[in-house]
């Protein structure tokens, strides 16, 4: 009997040291499952908190670093021909060498293969209806494997607007910008800017060299006129700054023009020198404002126009072609580190007094970014890629135009 007591004893405490274990084992597999929680908790936090800065970075880099690295990457694969041709914004007659052109075909094709430009612009003459200008631009950008600036003249008003003054066009019509100023409302200008880039937008633009941004300080101007907002300094660069937003925030690039002002002149570039007679305190009171509100609203793109300022320029050298205007006024004074384009290089202000390849050399060097539609395109090109592999223009500078062309269209059309 009391070796049966002591087995069941025995007994009894193995079953109990049993269930303690089993406890034991137990409380640490709850612990475990529960440390291992709030590590996957925690891991959890730590990935959705990365998941917010990488919407923001997400490799520890800002957005504007981000770009600069994707435009590098881009020019590390062109080739200085490539490069060179992205700062030509020219007609389809210029890149074809068509008489007229109102369709993109294989002709298209291989003149873009052979001369990747970085834009194209079309006038009233290359325009025939919605369908024909929608399948024109859509396939020109079809054949460039870089995105092209596909831009158009398109201020509103009676004078220049090819698309709204067209008769097969059905889109809002806007007044001349001298009645547009004449509110003395800027959400007006905002609304023609806005508008134009939205029906703009829709045919495939995605360029706008509007608004104008001179101030008519001159009231006998013929070459502006009502295609100013006004001659009051302050009002105009309301107005201006609002357009540049109104064509922005539908990702048209505004261009503004025709820096330093066309607004005092008393002839036309298109025909021949035209003067500024103006000093640069009076050019900074009155003609500068609307350029620096336009800059201050973020514009794409600045025209300068092939003007004589001889009480700014040295010599009579035209705006468009002084690194006096280009580079210490617009840039290192008015701190715009934006494109800079020329005016027509067809116009009379040039070609009288420049050869094709001459003044596609001298913009560059005095800073200037695109060439817009140099009598002589092929001359202009050659111009320039001599000019480089002579040492007179080095391709750091011409690396610093196309990343200036590559951010926006980075920025806009990729």
Known sequence: MKKLLIFLLSLLFLMLLTLLFIFMKEDQSLTDSSEKGNDVQTESGTENDSDKEGEQDSSGQTEEEKLDVKVQDLIAGMSLEEKVAQ??????????????ATQAGETTRQALTQYPVGGLIYFSKNIYDEEQLTTMIRNSQSYSEIPLFIGVDEEGGSLVARIANHPNFDVEKFPDMAEIGATGDPSRAYEVGSTIASYLKDYGFNLDFAPDADVLTNPNNTAIGVRSFGSDPDMTAHMVEQAVKGFQDHQV????????????????????????????????????????????????????????????????????????????????????????????????????????????????????DMLLMPYSFTEAYQGVLDAVNSGEISEERINESVTRILKVKCKNLY
Do not use: W
Request: a negative charge.
């Open 87 to 100: 700062m030509f914004f020219v007609t389809p007659e210029n890149l074809t060498g068509v008489d007229v």
């Open 253 to 368: 690039s505004a261009v503004i023009k025709h820096f330093p002002g066309h607004g005092g002149t008393i002839t036309d570039s298109h025909n021949g020198a035209a003067i500024v007679d103006r000093s640069l305190e009076e050019l900074r009171s009155a003609e500068f404002l609307p350029f620096e509100a336009g800059i201050q609203a973020g514009v794409d793109m600045v025209m300068v126009g092939h003007l004589q300022v001889p009480q700014v320029i040295s010599d009579d050298t035209p705006a468009s072609l002084s690194s006096e205007m280009i580079t210490d006024i617009l840039r290192n004074e008015l701190d715009y580190d934006g494109i800079v384009i020329t005016d027509s290089l067809s116009m009379g202000a040039i070609t009288t007094y420049y050869t094709s390849a001459d003044a596609a050399v001298k913009c560059i060097q005095a800073g200037g």
